[in-house]
C-alpha cells in the first residue's frame, strides 16, 4: 500500500509540535507496515485452486492435466443395478467393486473417485485366452489414467547415488579398478523391457486413438528414452537417458494426481 504526504507552507516554530509531528509520521507509518504486512499474510492463506496448479505445470503437461481434470466418466452404457451381471460382479480376489467402482455394459470397472481404470471382465477359454473388448471413446480417458496409476503409480525409483536396489552403478575387479556394474546394467534393460515399454506403448495408443497429441508426443519423447538406453555401451549415457524417461513419468504421475486425485 503506497502512502502520498503532502508538504504544506506553513512554518512551526514550536519545538512541542516539531516533537508532535514527528509522533503521527511515526504512527502512520506504523499502521501502513501492518496493513502491508496483513495483506501478506491474507496472500499466503489464500488458497490456489486445482486449476491454477495446473495451469502452472510446464507444457505438455498443463494441457494434458487440463483435459483429465475435465473429463468425466460417461454416463452412458453403465451396468443398471437390477442387471444379473451386475448382482454377481465380483474381482479375482472376491472383492466387491460395485462399491467404489462404476459398471459398464462393455465390462469396464472404472474407479467412482478419480475415474482410473480398474479391471474389465471378459469370457475365456479353459486355457484362459480371451481378450477384453474395446473401450468406448468416452472411457479412454480412465484408461490412460489407470495405466498410469497402475504401472507408475507407486513404483520404485532408481535415485540417490546410482544405486538400483543392492545393485550399485560401479563395482571394482579383482584389481580394485573401477569398472561398469553389468547387473546393474541388467536391471535397467528387464525394466525397460518388462514394465516401462509396455505401459507406455499402451498409452500411446490410447492417446493416438483419443487424437491426444501432447500425450502421444511425450508417449513418443519417453519411450526414445528407454530404447535409447539399450542402444549405447556407456553406463553413464545408459543411465542419463534412463533418468531422463524416468523424469518424464515423475511428471505425468504427478500430472494425473493433481488432476484426479
Given at each position: 500500500m503506497k502512502f502520498t504526504y503532502l508538504i504544506g507552507t506553513l512554518t512551526v516554530t514550536s519545538a512541542l509540535l516539531l516533537a508532535g509531528c514527528s509522533t503521527n509520521e511515526t504512527t502512520v507509518k506504523k499502521e501502513a507496515t501492518t496493513a502491508q504486512v496483513s495483506n501478506v499474510e491474507k496472500e499466503?492463506?489464500?488458497?490456489?485452486?486445482?486449476?491454477?496448479?495446473?495451469?502452472?505445470?510446464?507444457?505438455?503437461?498443463?494441457e494434458i492435466g487440463k483435459r483429465w481434470a475435465e473429463w468425466e466418466l460417461p454416463k452412458e452404457g453403465r451396468l443398471p443395478k437390477t442387471d444379473k451381471a451386475y448382482q454377481g460382479f465380483l474381482m479375482?480376489?472376491?472383492?466387491?467393486?460395485?462399491?467404489?467402482g462404476v459398471i459398464y455394459e462393455n465390462g469396464y470397472v472404472f474407479d467412482k473417485k478419480t475415474g482410473y481404470y480398474v479391471t474389465a471382465a471378459?469370457?475365456?477359454?479353459?486355457?484362459?485366452?480371451?481378450?477384453?473388448?474395446?473401450?468406448?471413446?468416452?472411457?479412454?480417458e480412465g484408461m490412460i489414467m489407470g495405466i498410469i496409476a497402475e504401472y507408475f503409480g507407486n513404483e520404485y525409483s532408481f535415485e540417490g547415488d546410482y544405486e538400483a536396489e543392492s545393485d550399485k552403478m560401479?563395482?571394482?575387479d579383482k584389481n580394485g579398478k573401477k569398472i561398469p556394474n553389468q547387473t546393474f546394467i541388467a536391471n535397467l534393460y528387464v525394466d525397460i523391457d518388462s514394465h516401462k515399454v509396455d505401459a507406455l506403448l499402451q498409452i500411446r495408443y490410447f492417446a493416438r486413438k483419443d487424437k491426444n497429441k501432447?500425450?502421444?508426443?511425450?508417449a513418443n519423447e519417453t519411450i526414445n528414452f528407454?530404447?535409447?538406453a539399450k542402444e549405447t555401451d556407456d553406463i553413464e549415457e545408459i543411465w542419463k537417458l534412463y533418468s531422463e524417461g524416468e523424469d518424464n513419468i515423475a511428471e505425468l504421475n504427478k500430472t494425473v494426481k493433481l488432476a484426479r486425485e
Open positions: 499466503k492463506n489464500v488458497e490456489i485452486t486445482k486449476e491454477e496448479k495446473i495451469a502452472e505445470l510446464p507444457s505438455p503437461y498443463d479375482d480376489d472376491d472383492s466387491d467393486p460395485r462399491e467404489t471378459y469370457e475365456y477359454d479353459e486355457e484362459f485366452e480371451g481378450k477384453p473388448p474395446e473401450v468406448t471413446p468416452d472411457q479412454r560401479y563395482v571394482e501432447p500425450l502421444e508426443d511425450w528407454f530404447l535409447d
